[in-house]
């Protein structure tokens, strides 16, 4: 080849075209050079604080000034139209659905209203107009703990803090209506200063410090499942104090937390019906996933849940919670290379094969408190019926296990059905306990099935006055909870908010 | 830089140096290409025919000398080694770990004797030796059919062939005994002239043809599962003529098969106990298969039991068909990223899942069939005792289906703990519905259980004369076998080999 400079000059155009071939590239590594720092801008930008608050500040909107993104995405956790498009409404009324429950439930708050929980943003409201914690018209008024709010909101971590741990707990519920008003939030899951997770419920800390382990030591993927562990787990209300505990001292699967409430004859309730001590089994949402794949690969539940998400130049998490089936493609695809639609069909597989079984279950468990009821009706006594009681109670304890937990049909499909195989076979074995007694007192027949085809039926099977219910709640909702919400109001605006 | 020719001649060792260089160089390249030569010649040695022979030629010898690498590996299906590392012995005897199974196959040949399958090595022996099929000391003596060799030999497509289809499955298992004496290999799956994969089976074609379908359309890779389907399968025997079908009409569901028999009100066998028509599953693996995540990525049965592996300059399908669990290396980990040892655990999860669930059906079964038999026992009549017989057959098979399918925890572990719940709802049903009729009898309490703690106490309980079977067996093994034997060598000595 010759050298350029000959080139050049035998075709004179040619040092022209090199020159302005040049200018371009040269203007377009501008352009480039200049996004780069614009992007940069932005991303620090995004993290330049406009306010500065305590960290116990419990108003979300106060944080989000700060963390506009994470804030904008949280609160589309009040969209509920992903589930009206796969369920058919944006409240789902579950005792409507499967009016079993009431049954199952009989002589207990969930009788006597059990909507399926919404997103995040609802944490508050849909305690405040559940029947679940009755009308308390006056701060004093039962029956429920201040525990009960525990997991529902940021103001929960700044009441502790103000009142003691044990305090809060043994405190009612609506003597704290006025001062839980945010729903669940920034503050639940952040500190203030660096922005690390870090842990704000006592129940957790307690539980793992029970088993001998410093939830300090976790890593910051493990604290991407272990603040939602603050709330998505099994746990109960310990003695006159009802202090919040987690039942893990055994370990995390169904046949080890059973273990320990027998140890110490727990029970939330005695059934209406079966008169059986029975256990409620919470949301052992942290549990089950343990026992599935997602969590043996380090998955954790942010990834599938909070998916990283890009803006501007800005990485962030998504904190729009809900079901990773909202958003397959950021979510699932990260990982899996499927089509999306095999993905979901995948997910409604598991969780297909799950229901079946699980409904099945809450039949014959309905029909296990009803026969029982009968037995002693006829005159059974409790001789007799301790054996059906003791299946009936770990059946239901089985079915409630897998039911509650959040996803467990998808979080650990085998776990749970082996769960319910289990809870099958008791209810069944408690039934044909139930029939011999029968048959010892006289006798021999199938037990009369009451008409539970609808929620009203069986609530009125059950004894509820419904009506009642509904008019004192209406009262309560119209008189009590517009002052609760004033209090707050007046309480937050004296708040410490420097504008930066 | 100075140019070559300057440097070397200011230090002359530099010459030498790169003169010797070049010499180890193109030295080295020599040998890299007389080893590519070598291995091509390798290759392409390895397909040149050492003998020629005709597609009925049942000798699995015979076509190994013309594929000495699939031969040698699949002559290590005689190994029971590993086996015996896990699970104790070369030769599980089911029977004897399981007693609640005699129960369950009372009247039935399986109760007699039942030990888990071996490899393929061992399929024409373990038929032989095995007491379900009686000692039959004449050609016409029963009681099996000719069907029951149809998986057992590559000399089954060569007397289809010589016999024709309806003829084989109508003759007996003892007249066919002379002609049957390869084990499972090469003519099963294989053409002769192309190697390729090809169906031998007509049951399977028939079946594809019910449904609609071409299965000479499958890909090569259904075809790496379809050749396996010819006898991984849900059979029964049709009719009089013993014409072996597979229940595949309605779909390949448990629930679609269940259908089917119900349909033509099938059964395999009135149990001796509790006088149900009964239905035994075979080994549905390909049909439980399809409704595991491996099938519905697309990977066939070959991927995992008969893994690729490279010897010389030859990659070859490992003949050696057994658990992928021999092998992970070659096998799940293909596709798995994870250790060894965290795949081998995470295997044995889920069959642990199903085992627990398994083994209580197995338990609540063996009580239905006791509790059956009681009843009759009592003087419960037909009409009575309907209902509880559907459950029965119901609970069974559905316990059948999931314990009788190789594998069936590991190909679809949730499909199988499905089934096992709905097994384990129905036999408990039946229970308590022979509770109210034992309660009209008069007798309302929990019925007395044999011991059947073992083998031999079950087998004397369903009233088997086990010396006398095992006498006659010895006579039939120590006179019969050494005839079958005897004449199969002279009549394959006449069969047409050529040298080449």
Redesign the interface.
Known sequence: MKPIGELVKQKPWLGWAMFFLTIVVVFLLGLLASSIIERRAEAVFAYTPQVQHEQWEPRNEVWGKNFPRQYESYMQTADTTFKSKYYGGSKIDMLADYPELVILWAGYPFSKDYCQGRGHYWAVEDVRVSLRPGAPMKPEDGPMPGTCWTCKSPDVPRLMNQMGIAEFYSSTLSELGPEVVNHIGCADCHDSKTMNLHITRPALVEAFQRQGKDITKATHQEMRSLVCAQCHVEYYFKGEGKYLTFPWDKGFSMENMEEYYDNIQFSDWKHSLSKTPMVKAQHPDYEVYRFG?HF??GVSCADCHMPYRSQGGVKYTHHHIQSPLADVENTCKVCHR?DTE?LVR?VY??QD??Y??RT?LEE?LAKAHIEAKFAWDKGANEKQMDGTLKLIRAAQWRWDYVAASHGSSFHA???S??I???G??KA??A??EI??V???LG????VPQPDISTKAKAQAYIGLDMKKLTAEKKVFIETIIPEWIKKAKEREATYPVVNM
């Open positions: 794949v043996d690969r499927e095999k995948n597989q598991r094969a799950i079946q079984t099945l014959v499909p085998l776990e059905a082996r319910i195989a289990l099958i076979e069944q074995e039934r044909l029939s011999r029968l048959a010892q006798y021999n027949e199938s």
